[in-house]
T-cell receptor, first 114, second 113 residues
Framework: EAGVAQSPRYKIIEKRQSVAFWCNPISGHATLYWYQQILGQGPKLLIQFQNNGVVDDSQLPKDRFSAERLKGVDSTLKIQPAKLEDSAVYLC????????????FGSGTRLTVV | AQKVTQAQTEISVVEKEDVTLDCVYETRDTTYYLFWYKQPPSGELVFLIRRNSFDEQNEISGRYSWNFQKSTSSFNFTITASQVVDSAVYFCALVNRDDKIIFGKGTRLHILP
């Protein structure tokens, strides 16, 4: 079974630029998550999708962050404009009733804003 | 409110010592799930164990063991006879019925040779 694919692996941008991350979940996984992990901290949930609907985006800074999951499969997370404090690893995860069957995390995208 | 507290930010032990990582959680739900993940330097999150709120039985898997106590809202993780390969950041996580995962801040474990 293929894992959760994320790209790019690394990205360096200047502040005020925009950036987009892509996630391809495991086939058949209805739930998709985006997490932000700042160095030295635990992953923080940004947004949770169930198929192509949003379950929770309460911690997504909507003035600069946006996410979509077209057709309930792939997802993109965008930051526009980026700030220095957005430097972090952005993790994507997917699951099918993960509380029973577990969650699969991608390798993440490490974003550095300079 | 749902919350996971890992009070130990960083622990260092000498190889072959036993070490316990603490996890305390808060939730109003009666049905919930607890997980432990390992994050090695490579960055991926590796699943270690899952427990539901109705199963307080302790579990042992090789050198790893977990102690779940609902009375104290704790789900502690012990590594017996630690090895250098155990060096990593360990996260405790709480999951509710909506499959929302709340992570603790993690404990960085250093196993010294």
């Amino acid at each position: 079974e293929a894992g959760v694919a994320q790209s790019p692996r690394y990205k360096i941008i200047e502040k005020r630029q925009s950036v987009a991350f892509w996630c391809n979940p495991i086939s058949g996984h209805a739930t998709l998550y985006w997490y932000q992990q700042i160095l030295g901290q635990g992953p923080k949930l940004l947004i949770q999708f169930q198929n192509n609907g949003v379950v929770d985006d309460s911690q997504l800074p909507k003035d600069r962050f946006s996410a979509e999951r077209l057709k309930g499969v792939d997802s993109t997370l965008k930051i526009q404009p980026a700030k220095l404090e957005d430097s972090a690893v952005y993790l994507c995860a997917s699951s099918l009733e993960g509380r029973y069957y577990g969650y699969t995390f991608g390798s993440g995208t490490r974003l550095t804003v300079v | 409110a749902q919350k996971v507290t890992q009070a130990q930010t960083e622990i260092s032990v000498v190889e072959k010592e036993d070490v316990t990582l603490d996890c305390v959680y808060e939730t109003r739900d009666t049905t919930y799930y607890l997980f432990w993940y390992k994050q090695p330097p490579s960055g991926e999150l590796v699943f270690l164990i899952r427990r539901n709120s109705f199963d307080e039985q302790n579990e042992i898997s090789g050198r790893y063991s977990w102690n779940f106590q609902k009375s104290t809202s704790s789900f502690n993780f012990t590594i017996t006879a630690s090895q250098v390969v155990d060096s990593a950041v360990y996260f405790c996580a709480l999951v509710n019925r909506d499959d929302k995962i709340i992570f603790g801040k993690g404990t960085r474990l250093h196993i010294l040779p």
